[in-house]
């Protein structure tokens, strides 16, 4: 899949969780067996900035998901990616560890004097633990150094000054916020 001609049906959205990112497309990619839909494209991140990959990856809102090799240098032509802190473990509901999860922030120049963008790429990667497949051992392939060479990324912008948090508001709350004095406001004794 070079491009992203993928139509899925009406109501139908490509929201993963990080588990099935891990098992149900990357384990399946790296072991070589069929993954349906087959809707993620195979795609040379360090070939495009993140702003250029609109058409290229499978898209959902604004994230945008793709195959790619796992790769030292991680640096594009207008920028590189810089790691931000320790892997994160993708465990399943039963608590078995399928996959670890890495952030990056896109920097635009050379590295270390790079200016900081608020584009974020979250690397998935196979567990040495769970990266074993009984189908690719009767292949005769090595699942480990199949799995070692393939990870998935999701990249998106996040937006800092949207100020949403999660939280939710209450009507009273709202008219509070939608005040400009707060002087104005008289409440009974």
């Not at 993140?50 to 290229?56: H, N, S, T």
């Not at 070692?148 to 912008?157: A, H, I």
Request: hydrophobic share 30%.
């Amino acid at each position: 899949m070079g491009d992203n001609n993928v139509k899925l049906p009406p109501g139908f959205r490509f929201y993963p969780t990080d588990e099935e990112l891990v098992v149900h497309f990357l384990q399946r990619k790296a072991s070589l067996l069929p993954c349906h839909p087959d809707v993620i494209p195979d795609l040379d991140l360090y070939s495009y900035d993140p702003w250029d990959l609109g058409g290229k990856a499978m898209a959902e809102g604004n994230k945008w998901y793709f195959y790619s090799r796992r790769a030292q240098n991680r640096v594009t032509s207008n920028g590189y990616w810089n790691p931000l802190g320790v892997e994160e473990p993708i465990t399943t509901n039963a608590g078995k560890s399928v996959g670890m999860k890495k952030y990056y922030v896109f920097y635009i120049g050379e590295s270390p004097e790079g200016v900081k963008t608020n584009w974020i790429m979250e690397e998935y990667r196979p567990s040495d633990a769970g990266s074993t497949s009984r189908s690719s051992k009767r292949r005769g392939h090595s699942s480990k150094s199949d799995s070692s060479k393939w990870v998935v990324c999701r990249v998106y912008e996040h937006s800092y000054d949207d100020g949403d948090d999660g939280t939710e508001l209450s009507c009273m709350d709202e008219v509070f916020l939608s005040l400009d004095d707060l002087d104005e406001i008289s409440l009974p004794n």
